[in-house]
């Protein structure tokens, strides 16, 4: 079956900590994202990537750092720098960049203990 | 201003009525235009997509554009009570920013029996 994982489903995280959240596609897609979700509100954008070894900042990257190593993989590691970290974290994948339709993984809640 | 706005909801309708969702954007050179629904606690789901202006159909959904007015709305004939979920408009960026999605607030939809 062809789709995008995430995974811990759930995470708990202590003050002062950093965590990684893991995002796997088999969909052979160019480009991946990260989103954050607060309750009750739209998807605001963390940082995407294009192409392997590449990515860009999105809209509230700050406490937060990715890596793209491989086509497949777009880890998002949520730093001690981020003080209100507590959401839902989705990624999400796309064929190419002048389209865009994205298909989302099913989340990752993480919340601060 | 928002980027994207949409109707902050929520919205009830009765089943089998036809359900009206509407969202504005603020970047003119905007490309693609998104719906996506998320139903509670789950991840958003792909729905429609439009990138020219008129109307797009498919099953009970139309998706339809204005880009001289900078609107696009879903229309959903026939809701059903499984049509109940959060529905965000998204919005793609112009030649320049073309990899990098928008998302509006979300239109939470209730079909009652």
């Known amino acids: 079956d062809g789709g995008i994982t995430q995974s811990p489903k759930y995470l708990f995280r202590k003050e002062g900590q950093n965590v990684t959240l893991s995002c796997e596609q088999n969909?052979?897609?160019?480009?991946m994202y990260w989103y954050r979700q607060d309750p009750g509100q739209g998807l605001r954008l963390i940082y995407y990537?294009?192409?392997?070894?590449?990515?860009q900042k999105g809209d509230i990257a700050e406490g937060y750092s990715v890596s793209r190593e491989k086509k497949e993989s777009f880890p998002l590691t949520v730093t001690s720098a981020q003080k209100n970290p507590t959401a839902f974290y989705l990624c999400?994948?796309?064929?190419?960049?002048?389209?865009?339709?994205?298909?989302f993984g099913p989340g990752t809640r993480l919340t601060v203990l | 201003q928002k980027e994207v706005e949409q109707n902050s909801g929520p919205l009830s309708v009765p089943e089998g009525a036809i359900a009206s969702l509407n969202c504005t954007y603020s970047?003119?050179?905007?490309?693609?235009f998104f719906w996506y629904r998320q139903y509670s606690g789950k991840s958003p789901e792909l729905i429609m997509s439009?990138?020219?202006?008129g109307d797009k159909e498919d099953g009970r959904f139309t998706a339809q554009l204005n880009k001289a007015s900078q609107y696009v709305s879903l229309l959903i004939r026939d809701s059903q009570p499984s049509d109940s979920a959060t529905y965000l408009c998204?919005?793609?960026?112009?030649?320049?920013?073309?990899?990098?999605?928008?998302f509006g607030d979300g239109t939470t939809l209730t079909v009652k029996p």
């Open positions: 999400a994948s796309s064929i190419a960049k002048s389209y865009n339709e994205q298909f």
């Open positions: 969909l052979n897609h160019d480009a």
């Open positions: 990537s294009q192409i392997v070894n590449d990515f």
């Open positions: 970047d003119r050179g905007s490309q693609s």
């Open positions: 439009i990138y020219s202006n």
């Open positions: 998204a919005v793609n960026g112009d030649n320049t920013n073309a990899g990098k999605s928008t």
